[in-house]
């Protein structure tokens, strides 16, 4: 992964995405992408061990079905991410009996089918599945919407068309393309979607004209000393209201959001293995090595050079 070079400079660079760093920081590669025909009256059951799904719908509807949430019927034309999916059932409108459940069978050639074969088809899909490298996927995959559906971005489409070719071939540079593809899929469903479930995420913070303000600031700035009355400056709120909104929309409120973000930079750059402690800590905000290490130690659960070396040796 190439650094920005002033990627933390404490000078105001309001050009930092949030969201586009927290997906590169994500590491995604591709698993598989596949082409599935669905006929007939079926459902389909996927805990793929929290491991993020993608699909757009070619032709047909269908419906899914989380836990807790109401059901969602998707159509041609839509796209849905779920950066961790967990005990989701996706059904034909007509769906069979609760309890019968149908496993795709391979076609060949990135095809396959699911439901019986003297069945019509009524549901045509490109579906991925990706992995994140990243050992702070599950802090940051928190920081993301559950479920998110766009309707109408046929960009979104084409880069999926674009995952499933680069899967099936060996060309060179073959992983680094499809990781920067993925980031580049992630990120436009991201900003393009819908949060289906409405629970708080940074998502939900970038869309909020206010607190936008003040997530850009902490990650353009990550080593400035920001207070809550700082942040809720940017965003041009009081501090009171800043904190309630921040909080409710989020999921975090603004000191946990910084910390959780310092410590996934920190580990980035104990990881890399480039620079002493002291420059570490100054980069994520910390006067002293020894301020620095005391918060790692608490926030992660062993001291930086611990994890330095774990992350070599392991």
Request: aromatic share 6%; glycine share 6%; hydrophobic share 45%.
């Amino acid at each position: 992964m190439v650094d920005r070079p002033d990627f933390f400079d404490d000078s105001p660079d309001m050009t930092i995405d949030p969201l586009a760093e927290i997906v590169t920081l994500l590491q995604p590669s591709a698993s598989f992408s596949k082409l599935v025909e669905y006929a007939g009256r079926w459902r389909l059951h996927r805990d793929v061990e929290g491991k993020p799904v993608y699909f757009a719908v070619l032709a047909g509807e269908c419906r899914l079905v989380r836990a807790g949430q109401p059901p969602i019927i998707v159509c041609a034309g839509d796209f849905v991410l779920s950066p961790s999916t967990n005990n989701q059932v996706i059904e034909s409108i007509e769906a069979p009996p609760h309890g019968i459940d149908m496993l795709p069978a391979e076609l060949g050639d990135g095809r396959f089918r699911v439901g019986r074969a003297d069945e019509p088809v009524n549901l045509r899909m490109q579906v991925g599945l990706c992995s994140f490298a990243s050992p702070d996927a599950a802090l940051l995959i928190s920081l993301l919407p559950t479920m998110v559906v766009a309707r109408g971005e046929p960009r979104l489409a084409q880069l999926l068309q674009l995952v499933g070719d680069e899967t099936r071939q060996s060309r060179p540079g073959r992983e680094l393309v499809l990781e920067r593809l993925l980031e580049v899929l992630l990120i436009e469903a991201l900003r393009c979607g819908i949060d289906t479930s409405a629970v708080p995420s940074v998502a939900r913070g970038l869309s909020d004209a206010r607190l936008v303000a003040a997530l850009r600031a902490m990650h353009a700035r990550p080593a400035h000393s920001w207070t809550v009355a700082d942040l809720a400056a940017e965003a041009a709120m009081s501090r009171s209201a800043f904190f309630a909104r921040f909080s409710r929309t989020v999921g975090l409120s603004p000191m946990e959001y910084l910390l959780a973000w310092r410590m996934a930079l920190a580990k980035r750059l104990l990881r890399s293995r480039e620079l002493a402690i002291e420059h570490i800590a100054a980069r994520v905000g910390y006067g002293s090595a020894s301020t620095f290490s005391t918060a790692f130690t608490r926030h992660v659960g062993i001291p930086p050079m611990r994890y330095a070396r774990a992350t070599v040796t392991g």
